[in-house]
């Protein structure tokens, strides 16, 4: 049985920090990893999506890597801002499901 | 501007009432799922259609909880009857299957926010 785990479960750094968050997953047999951002009371927006063949993926000022054989992934925030402030996911898509890890809290302050 | 409607957003119903949850998926994607997530438990899989046939619907209390596609257009779960244990938000997401059992990126709804006092 898939096994998502994220760390840390919460962060909080100061506005223009770089920062990482990280995510582990114990079946290195995935098709797919994905990253999402949850807002309070909203639903999970998708930030990237990275292909089993694929080492990493970026999007503005976010990276995200993919180590299939270690079982990691780590979402790379730039010059973070207190828009930032969310609570993101990582999923992992092995068989025929997506398995969900907790989120980490980020908190960025002004 | 495609994406997962919802409705009802929110939801307040007694215990042992009927709840019925609708999902409008992306047009053209071919997988629809249904989570739930509480504090709790995080995001657990209730439900996960495929070309409106249900694969997966393992993580799904049989006894009180269905899920239906009648086209697709249109996914629905149902609570009959509801419990307090079934407050949580529920969310549909969809999503274009991509080859052999991998799918692509995943939509998700604004969720239905359900309370049963």
Same mark, same amino acid.
């Given at each position: 049985?898939?096994?998502?785990? *994220?760390?840390?479960?919460?962060?909080?750094?100061?506005?223009?920090?770089?920062?990482?968050?990280? $995510?582990?997953?114990?079946? /290195?047999?995935?098709?797919?990893?994905?990253?999402?951002?949850?807002?309070? &009371?909203?639903?999970?927006?998708?930030?990237?999506?990275?292909?089993?063949?694929?080492?990493? *993926?970026? /999007?503005?000022?976010?990276?995200?890597?993919?180590?299939?054989? /270690?079982?990691? %992934?780590?979402?790379?925030?730039?010059?973070?801002?207190? &828009?930032? %402030?969310?609570?993101?996911? $990582?999923?992992?898509? %092995?068989? /025929?499901?997506?398995?969900? &890890?907790?989120?980490?809290?980020?908190?960025?302050?002004? | 501007?495609?994406?997962?409607?919802?409705?009802?957003?929110? @939801?307040?119903?007694?215990? +042992?009432?009927?709840?019925?949850?609708?999902?409008?998926?992306?047009? +053209?994607?071919?997988?629809?799922?249904?989570?739930?997530?509480?504090?709790?438990?995080?995001?657990?899989?209730?439900?996960?259609?495929?070309?409106?046939?249900?694969?997966?619907?393992?993580?799904?209390? @049989?006894?009180?909880? !269905?899920?239906?596609?009648?086209?697709?257009?249109?996914?629905?779960? @149902?609570?009959?009857?509801?419990?307090?244990?079934? !407050?949580?938000?529920?969310?549909?997401?969809?999503?274009?299957?991509? +080859?052999?059992?991998?799918?692509?990126?995943?939509?998700? +709804?604004?969720?239905?926010?359900?309370?049963?006092?």
């Amino acid at each position: 049985k898939q096994e998502v785990t *994220q760390i840390p479960a919460a962060l909080s750094v100061p506005e223009g920090e770089n920062l990482v968050l990280n $995510c582990s997953f114990t079946d /290195s047999a995935i098709y797919n990893l994905q990253w999402f951002r949850q807002d309070p &009371g909203k639903g999970l927006t998708s930030l990237l999506l990275i292909q089993s063949s694929q080492r990493e *993926q970026t /999007s503005g000022r976010l990276n995200a890597s993919l180590d299939k054989s /270690s079982g990691r %992934s780590t979402l790379y925030i730039a010059a973070s801002q207190p &828009g930032d %402030s969310a609570t993101y996911l $990582c999923a992992v898509t %092995s068989g /025929s499901r997506l398995t969900f &890890g907790e989120g980490t809290q980020l908190t960025v302050n002004p | 501007d495609a994406r997962v409607t919802q409705t009802p957003r929110h @939801k307040v119903t007694e215990m +042992g009432q009927e709840v019925t949850m609708r999902c409008q998926p992306i047009l +053209g994607h071919n997988t629809v799922f249904w989570y739930r997530q509480t504090m709790m438990q995080g995001l657990e899989l209730l439900a996960y259609f495929r070309n409106r046939a249900p694969l997966d619907d393992s993580g799904m209390p @049989k006894d009180r909880f !269905s899920a239906e596609m009648p086209d697709a257009t249109l996914a629905t779960l @149902k609570i009959q009857p509801s419990e307090p244990r079934d !407050s949580a938000v529920y969310f549909c997401a969809s999503g274009l299957v991509i +080859g052999t059992e991998s799918t692509g990126e995943l939509f998700f +709804g604004e969720g239905s926010r359900l309370t049963v006092l």
